[in-house]
């Protein structure tokens, strides 16, 4: 900061204070004083507003450059409003907390964005080397002379992952996304089934489809939310008995098969989280049901899941904007 640039701050004080200088002056004039006198007084009252000026250009230039040296020093330059001093000034107190108030937003944003990248590049890695499972199959199967049955089913696994990590990024502009409208709720199920056929007979899972409502709402989102679940049953539960409802508003989807311990159903939503039958099965990426969830969240779904070990996994969508 130069001190023309102070100075130029300064404009309205120094107006003021000629304007003080000249009442005075023409009040001791008027009062008929020694006009030698007005003069010392009046270059007193300049040499004083001088040296003001130039001791608060040197306080304030110093403590600028004790902020450039702290900025300089910092990795992360959004940090700098937790360390800076509080001003013992009133009115630049007030300023010190609202920028601290400021700052601190700014600095829980930038933690969430890093959280966010780092969950996204964790899951884009670990979608990679699943990618690589059905791909491989893909090419085994195609060299010991290309089982069409197998190598449906590897492929719709390839377009499973796929469409998971799409809606996976999507995530966070969902609302953007979303195409709302009314349509049979049966309809979106049996779409959603057949989509799964192929990995629903490899493992050997008969579905049964009951009931239907009209719902308005994000049909092809409802349809990703009704496969993520189908496919958790083909990848968990080979063997089991899958019976989807649509009434009272509510779809639900129950299966019989090895079920969720109950320690564990609290945490089936988080990103990542595998479970005992994730580490058993170890193919699972732990990203179904988070997804699943996140969606609910979008499209105003309260999303609910009862399970009993060994015996079945029941998991409800319900749903309020109806048509």
Avoid at 45 to 67: G, K, M, P
Avoid at 153 to 168: G, P
Wanted: aromatic share 8%; with cysteine.
């Amino acid at each position: 900061m130069t001190l023309r640039s102070y100075l130029g701050s300064k404009t309205v004080t120094l107006c003021f204070i000629g304007i003080g200088a000249l009442s005075c002056a023409f009040i001791l004039a008027v009062l008929e004083t020694s006009p030698a006198l007005i003069g010392v007084l009046l270059s007193f009252l300049v040499l004083l507003t001088a040296c003001w000026l130039i001791v608060s250009w040197l306080l304030e230039r110093a403590r600028l450059f004790r902020l450039q040296r702290l900025i300089e020093g910092l990795p992360d330059k959004y940090l700098l409003g937790e360390l800076l001093p509080r001003p013992t000034d009133p009115v630049q107190a007030e300023y010190y907390d609202i920028m601290k108030t400021v700052s601190r937003s700014a600095i829980g944003v930038t933690e969430q964005a890093l959280r966010e990248k780092d969950d996204y590049c964790s899951y884009v890695e670990s979608w990679v080397h699943e990618i690589k499972t059905p791909l491989t199959a893909c090419s085994l199967i195609l060299a010991n002379g290309s089982d069409p049955a197998k190598l449906k089913q590897e492929l719709k696994r390839a377009d499973n992952l796929t469409e998971s990590i799409l809606y996976y990024a999507r995530l966070r502009s969902a609302e953007k996304d979303l195409q709302i409208r009314e349509f049979n709720v049966s309809s979106v199920i049996h779409e959603a089934v057949q989509s799964q056929m192929e990995l629903l007979i490899a493992a050997h899972i008969q579905v049964a489809i009951n009931g239907d409502f009209l719902l308005c709402s994000d049909s092809s989102a409802l349809r990703f939310i009704l496969k993520q679940l189908l496919i958790n049953c083909a990848q968990y539960c080979p063997g089991c008995l899958i019976t989807i409802t649509a009434e009272q508003n509510t779809i639900t989807v129950e299966d019989n098969g090895i079920g969720i311990p109950q320690h564990e159903l609290r945490h089936v939503t988080e990103r990542g989280y595998t479970g005992s039958n994730g580490r058993k099965n170890g193919s699972s990426t732990g990203m179904g049901l988070y997804l699943v969830n996140e969606l609910c969240k979008k499209l105003e779904i309260r999303l609910s899941i009862a399970s009993e070990s060994g015996k079945y996994t029941r998991i409800q969508l319900s749903f309020q904007n109806l048509s």
